[in-house]
Nanobody, 129 residues
Framework: VQLQASGGGLVQAGDSLRLSCTVS????????MGWFRQAPGKEREFVAA????????DYSDSLNIRFAVARDNTKNTVYLQLTALKPEDTGVYFC???????????????????????WGQGTQVTVSS
């Protein structure tokens, strides 16, 4: 399974970005997906997650107003819409995936980064003030 993240860039405070994560090597409908970010010198932190079927989402409490996660399983892609960006949003954004059984494909569970099996290479987001 390979995850390819893209869409990052250098933007100004208040701008928006849409990150994409394209999955290959496995049927995306069997994968619960998450987004994490890591700022320089800080630990990787949870941003958002979406269930395998796309019906349910979960967000970091501090980010749920400005960020939105969605997926299009027909395109093997998961998205993270970032709005009203702030300099403190600067970091590398990673998408991650974990296999879930049929009974759990509508569920979204906030798990630790270690519980995700597959990771993309990350895409850099830099927000200038």
């Amino acid at each position: 399974v390979q995850l390819q993240a893209s869409g990052g860039g250098l933007v100004q405070a208040g701008d928006s970005l849409r990150l994409s994560c394209t999955v290959s090597g496995r049927t995306i409908g069997t994968l619960a997906m998450g987004w994490f970010r890591q700022a320089p010198g800080k630990e990787r932190e949870f941003v958002a997650a979406v269930s395998a079927d796309g019906e349910n989402t979960d967000y970091s409490d501090s980010l749920n107003i400005r960020f939105a996660v969605a997926r299009d399983n027909t395109k093997n892609t998961v998205y993270l819409q970032l709005t009203a960006l702030k300099p403190e949003d600067t970091g590398v954004y990673f998408c991650a995936a974990r296999v879930v059984g049929v009974s759990f494909r509508r569920s979204v569970v906030r798990v630790r980064p270690d519980d995700y099996t597959y990771w993309g290479q990350g895409t850099q987001v830099t927000v200038s003030s």
